[in-house]
């Protein structure tokens, strides 16, 4: 069985410009999530979704941040203009429903110069 | 609110040697999950443990076990025969029950298990 798929892998870009993260995630997973992970911390969650539906953004920055998942499978992280602060680890997660286990992808390190 | 506490960044243990790691955690909740993820330098995370809190025996899985105190809101994880590919930060979380399924994770222990 597949895992979680992330890509890019690694992303570099310059401060105030826009980048985009594709998540695909298990077969039949009807849960979604989006994970921050900065240096040396754990995991936080930004969004998460049941189905298509993003059921949990409370913590996602929405001035910069937006994602979507449409027909309720893949998913995409966005933020627009990116900052120097926005360098971490972007992990996705998905699980059968919302009260399963959790399965991450590899994610997506992005470094903002 | 739930936090999860990790006192040791780091540790390191010998090859063939045993090794506990462990957490603490603090909530209101009565019926939660608790985990232990593996990720090693290549950044994915994997589930190496599942404890479900209304359980009283331990979850074990191959040379990896925890001792779950909840009483006393610990939640430990032993790793016996520690190998080399063992080696990297281990996350202790916990996930309440029901629809709010978001991971509360601690810092991190960094794991480095030697020759």
């Known amino acids: 069985e597949a895992g979680v798929v992330q890509s890019p892998r690694y992303k570099i870009i310059e401060k105030k410009q826009p980048v985009a993260f594709w998540c695909n995630p298990i077969s039949g997973h009807n849960t979604l999530y989006w994970y921050l992970q900065n240096l040396g911390q754990g995991p936080e969650l930004l969004i998460r979704y049941e189905n298509e539906e993003a059921v949990d953004d409370s913590q996602l920055p929405k001035d910069r941040f937006s994602a979507e998942r449409l027909k309720g499978v893949d998913s995409t992280l966005k933020i627009q203009p990116a900052e120097l602060g926005d360098s971490a680890v972007y992990l996705c997660?998905?699980?059968?429903?919302?009260?399963?286990?959790?399965?991450f992808g590899p994610g997506t390190r992005l470094l903002v110069l | 609110a739930q936090t999860v506490t990790q006192s040791q960044p780091e540790m390191s243990v010998q090859e063939a040697e045993t090794v506990t790691l462990s957490c603490t955690y603090d909530t209101s909740e009565n019926n939660y999950y608790l985990f232990w993820y593996k990720q090693p330098p290549s950044r994915q995370m994997i589930l190496v443990i599942r404890q479900e809190a209304y359980k009283q025996q331990n979850a074990t899985e191959n040379r990896f076990s925890v001792n779950f105190q909840k009483a006393a809101k610990s939640f430990s994880l032993k790793i016996s025969d520690s190998q080399l590919g063992d080696t990297a930060m281990y996350f202790c979380a916990f996930m309440k029950t029901g629809t709010a399924s978001k991971l509360t994770f601690g810092t991190g222990t960094r794991l480095q298990v030697t020759l």
């Open positions: 997660a998905s699980s059968p429903d919302s009260a399963e286990t959790q399965y």
